[in-house]
């Protein structure tokens, strides 16, 4: 307004934007050792911390496990994202290792592995067919595969 009472207005609109992401910090990769015949492990981590310029941000777990779950044997990862009050966001991710736990001696084979074989052979033969049981073997993860890897098989000529 003047001195002669003329006046005039004007106005405008200041906008805060903002652009900054949180900053977010997981754990490192975990590895554990399953207890002897589980096929999972409880896993304690502590979850990643998150701050930011504007107010504290939403911490959201996207996938795997929460902290004190039972992870499964293998690898699992585990994605965490922070978002903040203007929707900038920002993920971490680490992976935990579920490794089986064995019994002391790790596989063992079962009574049937055959013991030394005798056979004798006629005369004018150089060998002959013979019959055995193929072993099995069994640890904490249950029934194992056995795989002969030489020599001939139950009922081949030797």
Known sequence: MDAAGNKDECSFTVT???NEKPTISCPGDITVTAPPGQ???MVNYIPPAVTDNCGTPTLVRNQGFSPGGQFPLGSTAVTYTATDTASNSVTCSFTVM????ETEGGPAIFN???ATIT???????CGANVAFQIPTASDDS???EVVRVSGPGPGDFF
């Open 16 to 18: 805060i934007k903002d």
């Open 39 to 41: 096929y999972t492990a």
């Open 98 to 101: 579920v490794e089986p736990g």
């Open 112 to 114: 049937n592995c055959p």
């Open 119 to 125: 056979h004798s052979v006629s005369t004018y033969t």
């Open 142 to 144: 249950g029934d194992l």
